[in-house]
């Protein structure tokens, strides 16, 4: 049973970064597309971004575009997300999950997803 666990996570001013890990356990991490998303209080739980494994093909939500890199070390079993430029409409507590698709389409909705960490949160004050 895999399981995965995010890091990370924190407070910082508007204009910031932070570094997001997720750590899997597991000897098939590698074959797996993984995702992040996110989910602020009172909304649904909304894709960040994905990448698949070995040609490392990404996907980005709009809103990410361009500030956020998803990244993985397939022989650390770790998923990265590299935030930069954050903005207060970012606070949201961040999820990491794995897609078992084996598909080379993005996962761009939760039930797309079949394991979950527990998530981390990103607080950004303006």
């Known amino acids: 049973q895999v399981q995965l666990v995010e890091s990370g996570g924190g407070l910082v001013q508007a204009g910031g970064s932070l570094r997001l890990s997720c750590a899997a356990s597991?000897?098939?991490?590698?074959?797996?597309?993984m995702g992040w998303f996110r989910q602020a209080p009172g909304k649904e739980r909304e894709f960040v971004a994905a990448?698949?494994?070995?040609?490392?093909?990404?996907s980005y939500a709009d809103s990410v575009k361009g500030r956020f890199t998803i990244s993985r070390d397939n022989a650390k079993n770790l998923v990265y997300l590299q935030m930069n430029s954050l903005k207060p409409e970012d606070t949201a507590v961040y999820y990491c999950?794995?897609?078992?698709?084996?598909?080379?389409?993005?996962?761009?909705?939760?039930?797309?997803?079949?394991?979950w960490g527990q998530g981390t949160q990103v607080t950004v004050s303006s």
């Open positions: 999950a794995r897609d078992p698709s084996r598909s080379l389409l993005f996962g761009t909705t939760p039930r797309a997803y079949d394991t």
């Open positions: 597991g000897s098939t991490f590698s074959i797996y597309k």
């Open positions: 990448i698949i494994s070995g040609s490392g093909y990404t």
